[in-house]
């Protein structure tokens, strides 16, 4: 079956930027999310990326997409204490599926 | 306005049990889902519904019956709670086949079992 693997933390000074890695397994996947979690809410699409893409930039976000490796990160530009957060990774297999894969979550933590 | 709404949000109940969460989504979204979320996190699909028919059943214990009354409906009934059903569980919905392909999720439901 699919998987997605995150490291479940990440400790970063605030004004430095944070990069977030993932690593996912079912080479059909067709479109990679990245989820923002806060404490006691629920989860925010923070952005997404179709698998024909290798990067996509959204203000201080900016995804990048290595399909041979089956590698998808997230970097944060100039973090702030706001973006302590926790940040799933999610796949789709394609167009028709109901289902997001996520990985284990990365919990990111921002040093004021 | 609320996309998906669950209720309630904090659910205490004793071990035995028997407690349904509701969820209903105002998107015009044809599915539905409910995760859970363990202690550390980690986020697992439980029920997919596509216009009221159930899609994805994991391996999820027969005490966990969803129930679709139509599609902007999504409930989750649980039997005979026990100690490891406590968790956070999240309703969300999406319009698979669209370009944007976001799932909306719900604030989620706090549930504990004591």
């Known amino acids: 079956g699919e998987d997605v693997e995150q490291s479940l933390f990440l400790s970063v000074r605030e004004g430095d930027s944070s990069v977030i890695n993932c690593t996912y397994t079912d080479s059909s996947s067709t479109y990679l999310y990245w989820y923002k979690q806060e404490p006691g809410a629920g989860l925010q699409l923070l952005t997404y990326i179709f698998s024909n893409m290798d990067m996509k930039q959204d203000q201080r976000l900016t995804v990048l997409l290595n399909k041979k490796d089956k590698h998808l990160s997230l970097r944060i530009a100039d973090t702030q204490t706001g973006d302590s957060a926790i940040y799933f990774c999610?796949?789709?297999?394609?167009?028709?599926?109901?289902?997001?894969?996520f990985g284990k979550g990365t919990k990111l933590s921002v040093i004021p | 306005d609320t996309a998906v709404s669950q209720t309630p949000k904090y659910l205490v109940t004793q071990m035995g049990n028997d407690k349904s969460i509701k969820c209903e989504q105002n998107?015009?979204?044809?599915?539905m889902y409910w995760y859970k979320q363990d202690s550390k996190k980690f986020l697992k699909i439980m029920f997919s519904y596509n216009n009221k028919e159930l899609i994805i059943n994991e391996t999820v214990p027969n005490r966990f019956s969803p129930k679709s009354p139509d599609k902007a409906h999504l409930n989750l009934h649980i039997n005979s709670l026990e100690l490891g059903d406590s968790a956070v569980y999240f309703c969300a919905s999406s319009a698979p086949g669209t370009a944007n392909t976001e799932a909306f999720f719900g604030q989620g439901t706090r549930l504990t079992v004591v």
């Open positions: 998107l015009g979204h044809d599915t």
């Open positions: 999610a796949e789709k297999d394609g167009a028709g599926s109901y289902q997001l894969t």
